[in-house]
């Protein structure tokens, strides 16, 4: 299955329309092409509905939001619904400001996102925000652990019930989880959070997958968590042979992406499905 | 020539005005100090002015535009006019919007400009904009091919008597033109578009070249396109060597430029005049 | 002192709100990340109180200043001086437009520094605009050598008292001062002048120092200066083991920060006191 995503994405090379903060930016720009996908990124309101019009997926990224930009995402995930486009948010640092969250709500109430990606505490900020969370214990939350694994995945099925999005709760074990169906995946190294944009870019490669796999978004959506965390363990292996830091780190994670096939996917992500 | 051209931007070392995208700045930056220019960039339209009279050369690439941006750069445009400084237009993604579109011919108006560089598709709804675009067909110009090598060149030339600009029109076979002469180059390397920002770091490169050599632009904007060819060549000659993957080619683009001379530059050049 | 002002700061790991400029901020949150810290960037009016309140120090870097982030910059330093953070100011290109002086002046009116620093004009700029600068010869500063060293240490001694704030000034040779004490740095290399940003990602290092060591915020600039040069000279001598250019350079750089540890430090440092 993975595979057949994974070359879908390569050969159909969507263009992506990444409202984006600008620290990562180019990372997200680069890893895009690295995957397959083609990235244009533009955040005024004045030309992201046209913008968005061209492209085949929009990735909502609110890392640096701002008045301007803000109104753009909203504008931009109006219309990539009307057309039918996945459309993906990285609600990164919601709860950090007031600012992050009212923003996070107010998408989540105007916009139907395909997935929405977050670290552990970003996802339970979303929810506290997406209608009542009966039956979903929020403060479980810290941290995804095998002791925890059972209430974290009937967490995640229950927000995207709600949301009617898939659930990627990123970090040591990764939950990917529509209504019905979760993924985990344990793949990925811990240098991974030792530079900025391993989330960033993950959620433009998921918004990638799904633009290449509109009909399994779930599973396009762990494919680019399993292709992500593979990214990391090989870039991994480059910094022990180099005696690396974390900037050979970086590269060694784009070079991954850009030269990750299929095959080698589906023969290294390791993942569970309950 | 070429060489005399290279060691001129090495030794002044120009300082060029960049108003440009946030996806590529950090390249365009990087890639400057490579090549032997200095990079500042600044687009809040309170300083630009100031700015720009104290570099000598403006590089003006609408990639992330906004509302701000756009009248930051008529109002360095005007001004670097009026100061004798080379001002580059890169019209990311003209045609993609409503909103790039009109800038780009509001700016077309404005501004005279010393070098418009884009691909054929950016150059095509460029040449729309600027007056009537008789006996020039704009329906061939998808991508320069040796089979429509000779339309192109005449109508870059006719592009260019039209706009009083240089134009360089850039791709897998590159095209330098003013009125009357064009030259061809066939150096860089199909990589060069798998990474994010080879056309922004050659616009400013050219850009820098123009404004250490502003008698002979047209030489210089080829010199550039010349010289971050042969960049593009060694670097996917640095990825072979060590299997790597398109941010090692990144980081071995701006190490090739950081390292051009003179002399490689010319012997490595794959140019014709016509 | 530099081996235990390092050690708090790979064990503390602080949280350092950065309002910076778009050209290196992936390279600053990239340092931070390196270097023990954590970064976070936000320059909306309406959440930088927000922010700056989770974080435990503030770096304020001007380099693409704009009408909004002013703003954010006076919000966010005035809420950091409440609380108690340390502040850094990086005057990138003061002196340069008539936004960025009167921005400068405007922000050392409002907030109380912590660190202010930059290279030797900038440094002189900032002087020109805190108040009467008697005693101290502005015009020595053009770049500090040993034949104007002991002049240096003066006036920047003198800048700090007038400011309140340890004043480094970075180059060739650094210094850092406060009003009774100096340290004269010998570490780094020419080269970092050939990538951007090596100023800027120190400004934002000498910021998780600071915050990691609030009671030593002379000491924990000086070590933060020896430790950027430091790596400076790793990443030169990566250089010539590969042959590389100016990206390896940077990629050498930040791979070195994230393998410095305080032994290291302190050995490497050249550093004398006066």
Known sequence: MFEVIWENLRTKNPLVHCITNYVTVNDCANILLACGGSPIMADDAAEVEDITSICSGLNINI??????????????????????????LDPVGVGASALRTRTTFDLL????????RGNSSEIKTVAQGSGTTKGVDANIMDATTDDNLDKVILYAKALSQKTGAVIAITGAIDIVADSNKAYVIRNGHPMMSKITGTGCMLSAVIAAACAANPEHVLDATATAVCAMGLCGEAAYQKVLETNGGTATFRVALIDAMSQLDGKTLERGANIESR
Not at 63 to 88: I, Y
């Open 109 to 116: 109430e105007q916009i139907q996102f395909t997935v929405i």
């Open 63 to 88: 890392g640096t939001l701002n008045v301007g930009t803000v109104e753009s995402m909203g504008k931009a995930g109006k219309r990539a619904n009307k057309l039918g486009h996945p459309v993906v």
